[in-house]
């Protein structure tokens, strides 16, 4: 058991460490966690109901995971490719539309949650 919660707490150093990564490397990570802050601080301040609170919460992450995602794909296509090679930018491109698709879709959540509140 012991060893369990010391693979455990590895596994988990190592998700820590990559996040801290993208964070440090990408820029626009850093700005969907001030974008996720702030929407943080207008939920409390519009007192979203438990229902809100939580399409906000999975909004949010669901974009911030995209990010990870994008980066490590980005990272990835980098290594197996350092060179320019057309096939390796159709990759990133593709995986960058995934992070707009998620940013439109919080975007679309974020305005129906607090656009009602502001008119």
Do not use: Y
Request: some cysteine.
């Amino acid at each position: 058991m012991g060893h369990n919660v010391s693979r455990l707490r590895k596994s988990f150093g190592f998700a820590f460490k990559g996040i801290r990564v993208v964070f440090a490397t990408q820029q626009n990570f850093r700005i969907h966690v001030v974008a996720g802050c702030i929407v943080g601080v207008c939920g409390i301040f519009a007192k979203l109901t438990s229902a809100e609170w939580s399409i906000i919460t999975i909004s949010v992450f669901l974009v911030l995971s995209m990010e990870v995602m994008n980066s490590a794909i980005e990272k990835m296509v980098d290594f197996v490719s350092p060179g320019f090679h057309e096939q390796a930018g159709l990759i990133k491109d593709i995986s960058a539309g995934a992070v707009l698709l998620s940013a439109m879709a919080a975007a679309i959540a974020g305005l129906i949650i607090f656009l009602p509140r502001i008119l």
